[in-house]
């Protein structure tokens, strides 16, 4: 089974966990849908819905069941810090099934990354 993730952090190509997706299949560049809010959590971004945000850049990727378990392990998705959700996209991939980790921690007092993750 093969997920699709919009990859939007610190996992895009070139940044520092891109290695964690070797193997896996690059589909191409992707925007999400005006509805999401992207903050600097320490060294990496939370990605959170707002009904008022912006268009977050990234990656989209389709990746494998094993991939997606060291992801889900890397993102601390059992302890709470991170939930993979659907996520819309803007076209081309508008109306895909892709997910996205969506920081699940107060984002108050946090500095809004705008619409790419810069390290």
Known sequence: ???RLFIYGTLKRG????????GQQFLGDAQAGPFYRMY???????????????????????????CLAELDRVEAV???LYQRQL?????????EAVEAYFYQQP????VDCGTCWEV
């Open 1 to 3: 089974m093969r997920t």
């Open 15 to 22: 940044h520092e966990r891109a290695g964690l997706l070797s």
């Open 40 to 66: 600097r959590v320490d060294q990496y971004p939370g990605l959170v819905y707002d009904v008022a945000g912006v268009a977050v850049q990234g990656e989209l990727w389709e990746v494998d069941a094993e």
């Open 78 to 80: 059992d302890d709470g």
């Open 87 to 95: 996520i819309e996209l803007a076209a081309p991939w508008q109306g």
């Open 107 to 110: 984002v108050d007092g946090l």
